[in-house]
């Protein structure tokens, strides 16, 4: 059983940055994939980034590359997405998630999630 909670979320102008971070408790797994995906009201939710806990290998939507970054900290187990230039479509509660099969977009393949955290962005 793996917790996730989400922080570091608010609201940010058009053009900054805020990094969100995932605490993660429980029993977790260097073969883990953990992603980060967001969601908004009436809308599916949709892929960020991810990454391969053992030795660090990620993956990101086409929508924020070279913008976000995601990272994590093997010690304190703690998974972070840093968001550069950041646009009003940016706008949405973020969520991190922890897959236990093989790489994947898909969040239905996710199998623990936190509760989300609230990005919004003013133009």
């Known amino acids: 059983q793996v917790q996730l909670v989400e922080s570091g979320g608010g609201l940010v102008q058009a053009g900054g940055s805020l990094r969100l971070?995932?605490?993660?408790?429980?029993?977790t797994f260097s073969s883990y994939r953990i992603g980060w995906f967001r969601q908004t009201p009436g809308k599916e939710r949709d892929f960020v980034a991810a990454i391969?806990?053992?030795g660090g290998n990620t993956y990101y939507a086409d929508s924020v590359k070279g913008r976000f970054t995601i990272?994590?900290?093997n010690v304190?187990?703690?998974v972070y997405l840093q968001m550069n230039s950041l646009k009003p479509e940016d706008t949405a509660v973020y969520y991190c998630a922890?897959?236990?099969g093989?790489?994947?977009?898909?969040s239905y393949q996710y199998d623990y999630w936190?509760?989300?955290t609230q990005v919004t962005v003013s133009s």
């Open 76 to 78: 304190k187990n703690m």
């Open 114 to 116: 936190g509760q989300g």
């Open 98 to 100: 922890v897959n236990t």
């Open 21 to 27: 971070s995932c605490a993660a408790s429980g029993r």
């Open 71 to 73: 990272s994590r900290d």
């Open 52 to 54: 391969r806990w053992y």
């Open 102 to 106: 093989g790489l994947s977009t898909l």
